[in-house]
């Protein structure tokens, strides 16, 4: 080991200045060769997760948000209706129903065109219980369009009102 180290330094000693400087210059030439090569790499690979993120992910992140503002208006909607009776919060749910429906099937379209598998599977769920409340919105829309359907009391009270009272109420 010592042996080979003074040989080394034999030759560096017996070398000139200028070529000890070219020598030099091309050993910062080679280092600098490599590094700027794992750059290039690491950029690529960057590059290659930036556009798998923004071309196949982002697309489907912003529809499902979208889906989930939809579904939240939509409730908000058939709740103000049941509350008011106004004819425009009816017609603001209706839109948001279709919407919802319009961008749960893009979602599912592109879960499919993407092959994600999980998400496909967790996206036919969610259609499912998207069907059970529109079940659900259209029992309330029809349980609420009349007082009788409203309040059963009142109902009942209606069929089984004895005759003298329904007699009272018709003179009245």
């Known amino acids: 080991m010592v042996h080979i180290r003074e040989k ?6 017996n070398l000139s200045i200028r070529t000890k400087q070219w020598f030099g210059f091309g ?5 600098l060769s490599v590094s700027s090569i794992f750059t290039l790499i690491s950029l690529s690979n960057v590059e290659q997760s930036v556009n798998g993120v923004v071309l196949k992910s982002q697309p ?25 009776k106004e004819d425009t919060h009816l017609k603001d ?27 496909s599977q967790l996206l036919v769920l969610l259609n499912d219980e998207v069907k059970q409340f ?30 003298i009272s329904r007699n009272q109420m018709q003179l009245t």
């Open 8 to 13: 080394i330094m034999s030759i560096l000693h």
């Open 27 to 31: 050993l910062i030439l080679c280092v």
């Open 60 to 84: 489907r992140l912003i529809l499902t948000k979208d889906l989930a503002s939809s579904l939240k208006q939509s409730v908000e909607s058939l709740g103000f209706y049941l509350l008011t």
């Open 134 to 163: 529109d079940q659900t919105a259209e029992a309330l829309l029809s349980q609420t369009a009349t007082y009788e359907g409203n309040f059963p009391g009142i109902a009942y009270a209606n069929e089984h009102i004895n005759p």
């Open 93 to 119: 749910f209706s839109t948001q129903k279709e919407q919802t429906h319009y961008i749960l099937q893009s979602l599912i379209t592109k879960s499919v065109e993407a092959k994600d598998n999980v998400a």
